[in-house]
């Protein structure tokens, strides 16, 4: 019997202390300067590596400790990145998610903890988890990119789509908003359609694959300007680069430049500086007390093509 | 008495393990959580279309006047009267104007507008113009964005099916014509040189 209740209370003991350190955050002096991560998708691309290091830069810039952590594209690493964010105390998260559905358990996570969640450029798909989703409208910015691909293409010709994640919200917007208006154009045929992750390695692997069914096309898209680079590599080695006009969306410094040199046509320029930026401010807003944020707030999209490029930058600078 | 003691802890705590385990909830409430709502954009636009937006459009700004804005305060312009749904420098704005028919071309009818050449679009009619020039729609209406973004893409269906080709079967070069319409402009990129007009209506005056 004693030792019945000695292992009883043992169990409460330590059932307790488990239940309540999970996930309440460290507590914190006021006189601590608060602390903010930025959860990035991946840093595997100079895209994402641009939006993290605005962020911290701006968190820190404001006064607030600032660190970056890689989920490497995998939910579950995200998940750790979030439980000990709010361990750790950490007082705002600047999140890129992974999966517009699988990460938003993870934004639900910090809500209950009382962290606010401020989304950069992708989604998740709630709209009561997040503080505020700052998004690219990568929608429009493919509406118009698909106007200048029928254009180019004068309305016929075959071409090839390179999708990225496909789990990505913005996979879908831009492939919709570019079928918006290229599936108007009956004589522009779609000859094969694929995912490469958003990687340009695979991008290139794809790309030499779909060139020996159809080596004939006219023109490719792909969901992002690392995918544009790996396609138009392939295109290279296969001699055909001069043939087959190529399409990519973000606009990153090696875009710009091959848009510059009149190689690839077009990318949809988003503006991560001023989406991190954004970002930032707004964990800064919410520390003094603002609460009534927008959920969404879309950043416009520029189309660059070889006739403004010399208009922009890279990454669009902090327009 | 030990076993009866430990046999009575051990059916509590399996009690309570069972308890916060299993709940009993009706099954119509259940059901209608899960219960996908499909927007009816088609429904929705043709609604919208004649009791709010051919209204706002109506209240358009003369295309004149907002040229001349545009060309000597743009920034003012679009402070005044450009509609943006989030930030960057693209704005939409309302328009109406009239002008002579200079050609009647396979994807626009170029009108003289004053002293400017303006394009009236009858073949590219896509992207969010109309939709988000009248002012209406709000992304943070929609839980989706694939149904918001699709509002625009029904707008654009009716102009191409219902506006554009009653126009164009009829318009030839010397018409004077009445428009109402939206157009795209970037503030850090401005080009007024042959604006866009996507047109929600067009008239040839007799």
Known sequence: ??????????????????????????????????????????????WF?????????????????????????NTALETDHFENAIASGYDAILFN??????????????????????????????????????????????VAIGKYFVEKLNKKGKYVEILGMVGDNNTWSRSKGFHSVVDYYPDLKMV?????????????????????VHPDINGVFCGNDGMAM?????????????QVMVFGFDGTEDV???IQQKKILATGMQFPLLIAKTAAIYADQYFKGKRDFAQKVPITVEMVNQENVHEYVAYGGDE | MSKRIKNIVGALIAGIVIYNSIYFRPLDEKL????????????????????DLLTTYDSATDFTILLNLLVNEPNLAFEKEAQALGIGNIGYFKVQGEGIVLSVNENNVLIKVGDRIVE??????????????????KINDYDETSDFNSISESINDKIRNEVVPPFKLKVAKGDRIVFKGAIELNNAHLNLDQPEVIPVSLQIVP
């Open chain 2, 120 to 137: 009236i679009e009858t073949e590219f009619i896509f992207g969010n113009a109309v939709r988000d020039a009248s002012g209406l729609i």
């Open chain 2, 32 to 51: 209608a959580e899960e219960e996908v709502v499909v927007f009816d954009v088609l429904n929705f636009v043709d609604k919208m279309w004649d009791a």
């Open chain 1, 192 to 212: 094969a359609q694929q995912s490469a992750d958003f990687d340009r390695n695979k991008a290139m692997e794809v790309m030499e694959s779909i060139l020996q």
């Open chain 1, 1 to 46: 019997m004693k030792r019945l209740i000695n292992n009883s209370l043992l169990f409460l003991f330590f059932g307790t202390f488990i239940l309540f350190s999970c996930s309440e955050k460290k507590n914190k002096s006021g006189d601590d300067p608060k602390k903010v991560a930025v959860i990035i998708s991946t840093l595997n691309n100079p």
């Open chain 1, 256 to 258: 710009i430049n091959s």
């Open chain 1, 97 to 142: 998610p992974t999966n517009a559905d699988g990460s938003i358990v993870n934004v639900r996570i910090a809500k209950k903890a009382g962290v606010p969640v401020f989304c950069m450029d992708r989604e998740v798909n709630a709209t009561d988890a997040a503080t505020s989703q700052i998004l690219s409208d990568s929608y429009a910015g493919c």
């Open chain 1, 230 to 242: 790996g396609a138009y590599q392939a295109l290279i080695a296969a001699g055909k680069d001069d």
């Open chain 1, 49 to 73: 590596v641009i939006l993290g290091e605005t962020a911290a830069n701006q968190a820190n810039a404001l006064g607030y400790e600032a660190n970056i952590f890689d989920s490497q594209n």
